[in-house]
């Protein structure tokens, strides 16, 4: 039986893989958005059903949305935008700055 890995051993195993730093940013990015989708919806005292009324989605969508499940279109984020009362912006940031 071989030696157990700490996590950081095993993160830095997997993030040599070809693609892993790709597939690791984007599913970042789905974690930030949905977080933030769900953050505001609690905001504004909505519940799932309401927020998916007001896009135009089935519940299971939005769960799934903000479950970091799911990479939205453009189109996607500016209806939920506009449901949550809110203004989309988009940015790119220079890597150093971004974290």
Known sequence: MGERKTWADKKAEIMSRPGAGA????????????????????????????????????????????????????PMLERLAEALEMRLSVQFQPLQEAS
């Open 23 to 74: 597939a690791y940013e984007a599913a970042r990015i789905r974690f930030e958005l949905g977080e933030a989708v769900r953050l505001r919806r609690e905001q504004l005292g909505l519940t799932q059903t309401e927020l998916a009324e007001r896009t135009g989605l089935k519940q299971p969508a939005v769960a799934r949305f903000e479950a970091g499940g799911t990479m939205p279109t453009i």
